[in-house]
C-alpha cells in the first residue's frame, strides 16, 4: 500500500513540473558570436575581375544556406577590399526631392575634369642610348635600336627584352620607385644589349613602338 501512494506522488510531482509533458519546444535558441561590422581582404597579384561574392550564413534552424551576388567589375590586387555593416538611413532625415535646388555645374570645370595627363614617376638615363621613363603600369624606353626578342619568366614576373647591338656597356642595376615596375637589370653581350625588368606582382603585357621607341603596358 505504501509503494503505491509514494508512486502516485511521484506522478502528481511530474505533471506539476510540465503541465504539458507532451509539448515540444518549437522555438530553439542558437548561440550567436560578436555582431559583424567589418572584413578585410587581398587578392593575389594575378587577380584582375571579380566576378561574384557568395556568402554562407545559417538560418534560424540551424541549417546553412548560401547567396552570391554578381560583381563582374575590374580590381587592382594592390588595394584592400572590404564587406563592411552599413546602418539604415533614417527615413525621416531624408530631403524632399521636389524642393531642392540642384547646384549649377560649371561647364568648363566638367570639361576639364574629362583631360587625363598621365604624369611620369621616374626618368633617368640607362646609357647614352637608351633612357626610361616609368609611369603607375607602363615603362617607356626612349632608344633607336631594336628589340629583337622579349618574354617574362618568374612569378613575381619579370620581363627580359633584347635590343639589338654592338655597343658593349658595364652592367647596371637601378632601383625603380612608386610604379609596378621595381628594379631593372642591364646587361651588354655580343650583338644585343638585355634588360631584365623586375615586377611587383604576376602580370600579362603588351608592347608598342613608336618613333622614339618603345613603351612596356602591364595589365
Not at 24 to 35: G, H, K, M, W
Not at 167 to 175: A, E, V
Request: aromatic share 10%.
Amino acid at each position: 500500500m505504501k509503494n503505491k501512494i509514494l508512486l502516485l506522488l511521484i506522478c502528481l510531482a511530474c505533471l506539476k513540473a510540465d503541465d504539458n509533458p507532451f509539448a515540444v519546444e518549437q522555438n530553439a535558441s542558437i548561440v550567436l558570436p560578436q555582431a559583424f561590422q567589418r572584413e578585410e581582404m587581398k587578392f593575389n597579384s594575378d587577380a584582375r575581375i571579380l566576378k561574384s561574392i557568395t556568402f554562407n550564413y545559417i538560418k534560424l534552424d540551424g541549417t546553412e544556406e548560401s547567396v552570391s551576388v554578381d560583381i563582374n567589375k575590374s580590381i587592382d590586387w594592390h588595394e584592400t577590399y572590404a564587406f563592411s555593416r552599413s546602418k539604415t538611413p533614417d527615413a525621416s532625415q531624408i530631403l524632399d526631392v521636389s524642393v531642392t535646388i540642384p547646384e549649377k555645374i560649371d561647364q568648363n570645370m566638367e570639361a576639364n575634369s574629362s583631360i587625363n595627363i598621365e604624369m611620369p614617376l621616374q626618368t633617368e638615363q640607362i646609357y647614352e642610348y637608351i633612357a626610361y621613363t616609368t609611369y603607375k603600369n607602363k615603362i617607356k624606353f626612349n632608344t633607336q635600336d631594336e628589340i629583337i626578342s622579349d618574354f617574362a619568366i618568374g612569378n613575381p614576373s619579370k620581363i627580359v627584352v633584347d635590343f639589338k647591338s654592338d655597343k658593349i656597356s658595364p652592367t647596371k642595376n637601378i632601383r625603380l620607385n612608386n610604379s609596378l615596375f621595381k628594379r631593372i637589370d642591364f646587361g651588354s653581350h655580343k650583338g644585343y644589349y638585355r634588360l631584365v625588368i623586375y615586377l611587383d606582382g604576376k602580370y600579362s603585357y603588351h608592347i608598342d613602338k613608336d618613333a622614339n621607341g618603345y613603351t612596356i603596358k602591364l595589365f
